[in-house]
DNA sequence: CTAGGGTTAG
């Protein structure tokens, strides 16, 4: 890229004064991205004394800061013919315009030149620069040939080796050089740069104690006060060992904090479920802000975590603050609002906030993709895709899985097929376990077994516990035994401490009648000591969150809700529910077995939200796992004798309840 | 008269 203009450095005549434009200007927001010609007619305007070095430098660096590295590539080479004296203030912008490009080679010819005019390794700031342009290039090793050309390197240099050394993955690496930036003990040395580096560092390290550690020694030489960096700690604290989310907290409500600080405090507990803290801290903000006003970034983090919790009341309120700020159609919001109707059961209005996106990106498309496709509405998931290569975008990877699976969800076979060759042939991608596992899925439900065994059998990533799983449950739709043994036994090579897929198991060997393999199963589950993760339920009331447990007792409420549940249990049992009595998965699960009603956490939510819910309004229920043959076929019935609609959504995909039946068609 | 560093959304 650009790389062959820049040598080399002997005198030319200046710049043709010609190119002058009275009307241009660096900054104009009109000149085309990949057009460099514009811009450097732009950059000779700004140029107005060529004798001057330093203003070739700024010219350099100003187009390289408005964007165009390219352009301020082809701008050093103009600013050498010029002035040769240029090279020394030209050469640091350069490089990293070759950085920002990415040009390994323009970036060589940049070190030749450093080399033959003596400005490395004698000059630091060309030093740096050098350094950050191998980083950048995913050149670690010639970056650490360089250095050690260095003969005493400032705390820049050392800083900018331990910066790439994290954008390089070398985690650890830049520790150690942080760490002997604290040994050499001479002060100022470890500035802020320095600790925010390290903190980036200690985010992605699962070693405990070390964002601590960094904390400590930032506040001994001083700092704290920083928000920038307080800003980077709570990062660090969340996402390094121990994801304390707490200390994060700690630390946020201590420091002086600004909109950063909000909003970063806000997404990581979006991004760990905490969707409740997640809406909390966010009204919070909005009271006690203390003048910090949310924007753009807020509300895709608040988007999020309504969307986790399908907290559909408190996601309708921040659609409306999305559409007062004006930002209905900023791609990342408006993906956000997309998103989060979808996962609150309400694909139509994603489809009105998608319709609303201005310059739609991938994960556009791909939300409102997977969106029509966890409804089962497979069809329009299609429309849109087909949509969405008319528009000219190429579908990716993450596209492909929500094709996919909108074709599994919505049992579209021939389609999902097709899709699944075309994504290798036509576009070249490589399916991964997740396509695998969309196709196993789609095969398995429509009873083609073999195909999808011969499928896993053929795939050359590793195939996954999901992946098993997906042919297990096919094996139990189909009653094939014998496969089914074949899938279990891969699957608890692989995950050994999923109880579900004990439990699936031991019900198709019980469905066969082949009581010693239940019994088999049974007494693996007790020799691993498998736990089984506690399957939840949620409603969102007025606004609040409610949970439910198997057979949870812990609601303020719960006496009423079983009193109604007893009730409404046995008017569905009048009207033909036969509950499940099938006693193999109780066997297996001693916790579920032991607790008081065996009540799985879906009804109990049901219940809560038929008895505090407005007759005629919909009743929506989140559950973590997926929802069980029993209580599907129990919400079916209430659905017919209450004349009440629900939407619950699974761990896969929604299931909209109403008069008898459910929009899967009993396929999930 | 320049240079090195970080965080949030998708």
Known sequence: MAAASIMPPHTNPPPPATARDPTATVSDPQRHRDAPTPSLRALFLRAVDPSRPSSWSTAVADLLSSGDPVAALAAFAAALRANPAALRPALPPALRAAAAATSLSAGRQLHLLALRSGLFPSDAYSASALLHMYYHCSRPLDARRAFDEIPAPNPVIVTAMASGCVRNNLVYTALSIFRSMVASDSAGVVDEAAALVALSASARVPDRGITGGIHALVSKIGLDGHTGLANTMLDAYAKGGGHDLGAARKLFDMMERDVVSWNTMIALYAQNGLSTEALGLYSKMLIVGGGVRCNAVTLSAVLLACAHAGAIQAGKRIHNQVVRMGLEDNVYVGTSVVDMYSKCGKVEMAWKAFQKIKGKNILSWSAMIAGYGMHGYGQEALHVFTDMRKSGLKPNYITFISVLAACSHAGLLNEGRYWYNTMKTEFGIEPGVEHYGCMVDLLGHAGCLDEAYDLIKEMKAKPD????????????????????????????????????????????????????????????????????????????????????????????????????????????????????????????????????????????????????????????????????????????????????????????????????????????
């Open 465 to 668: 516990a999901a992946l098993w799983g997906a042919l297990l449950s096919a094996c139990r739709i189909y009653k094939n035994v014998e496969l089914a043994k074949i899938s279990a036994e891969r699957l608890f090579e692989l995950d050994a401490t999923n109880s579900g897929y004990y439990v699936l198991l031991s019900n198709i060997y019980a469905e066969a009648g082949r009581w010693k393999d239940v019994e088999r199963t049974r007494v693996l589950v007790k020799t691993r000591g498998i736990e089984k993760p506690p399957g939840y339920s949620s409603v969102e009331l007025k606004g609040k969150i409610h949970l439910f447990y198997v057979g949870d007792k812990s609601h303020p409420q719960y006496k009423e809700i079983y009193a109604y549940l007893e009730k409404l249990l046995e008017r569905i049992q009048e009207a033909g529910y036969v509950p499940n009595t099938g006693s193999v998965l109780h066997d297996l699960d001693v916790e579920e077995r032991e607790s008081m009603l065996r009540i799985h956490s879906e009804k109990l939510a049901v219940a809560f939200a038929l008895m505090n819910s407005v007759q005629g309004s919909v009743i929506h229920v989140i559950k973590n796992l997926r929802v069980c043959t029993d209580c599907h076929a129990a919400i079916k019935i209430i659905t017919k004798l209450t004349g009440r609609e629900i939407i619950v959504r699974d761990i896969k995909r929604f299931h909209h309840f109403k008069d008898g039946l459910c929009s899967c068609g009993d396929y999930w």
